[in-house]
């Protein structure tokens, strides 16, 4: 069935540096995308999304970029800082099951800012 | 605190055993919806229930089982428990029916069962 993952399961930066996180989907009909993170012990927290209409959108510190023609999603954190470390996830909205229709999650990359 | 309450933080439970998780939505959500987190994996979604009603099942086993009630908490029950049934199990609500843009999730803390 159709997948969203992640190129990467672990990323380790430098406090200060910038990050990107790559997420690879397969379902080109996906029309909505959202970033989570989630931190040790929590529940996933919304960072920002992005529609298939959009190939860029910028939030505070981070901006989600989107390439349909390769179906691949980035988020990029400027100016990491040590409470970035978390686990982020991409998730793809399932446009085919209509009004019942569910996002799909990636497995997750771990970003780790180092001192 | 994202408003959408869980309990209990921790269960652990012994194989065959049946336990009950509980989920209160945020203020005002309408549609409540179960994750299953299993140890480096995603988030599996299990099933989805608006204002009482089942709305969308995903990859949830015949051994568990989700309600929603009146005052719209919901519970998710799981019996007949496995040892690979331990995971972090998250609740999530939303003020409609439908994923969209204008409608996403917000997350509970979770859930974490241990089944030894």
């Known amino acids: 069935g159709e997948s969203v993952g992640l190129h990467l399961p672990t990323l380790s930066v430098q406090e200060g540096d910038n990050s990107i996180i790559n997420c690879a989907y397969s379902?080109?009909?996906?029309?909505?995308f959202i970033w989570y993170k989630q931190e040790s012990g929590k529940g996933p927290q919304f960072i920002i999304d992005?529609?298939?209409?959009?190939d860029k959108r910028q939030g505070q510190r981070v901006t989600v970029l989107l390439n349909k023609t390769v179906k691949h999603l980035s988020l990029q954190i400027a100016a990491t800082q040590p409470g970035d470390s978390a686990v982020y996830f991409c998730a793809e909205l399932d446009p085919s099951s209509g009004s019942a229709r569910q996002l799909t999650f990636g497995s997750g990359t771990q970003l780790t800012v180092l001192p | 605190d994202s408003g959408v309450t869980q309990t209990p933080k921790h269960l652990i439970t012994a194989t065959g055993q049946r336990v009950t998780l509980r989920c209160s939505p945020r203020s005002g959500d309408l549609s409540v919806y179960w994750y299953q987190q299993s140890l480096d994996q995603g988030l599996q979604f299990l099933i989805q229930?608006?204002?009482?009603?089942?709305?969308a099942k995903g990859n949830i086993l015949e051994r568990f089982s989700a309600q929603q009630f009146p005052d719209l908490h919901s519970e998710l029950n799981l019996s007949s428990l496995e040892l690979g049934d331990s995971a972090l199990y998250f609740c999530a609500s939303t003020v409609g029916g439908t994923l969209s843009g204008a409608n996403v999730l917000t997350f509970g803390a979770g859930s974490r069962l241990t089944v030894l």
């Open positions: 992005i529609r298939s209409n959009m």
């Open positions: 379902n080109s009909a996906s029309d909505y």
């Open positions: 229930y608006y204002n009482g009603e089942e709305r």
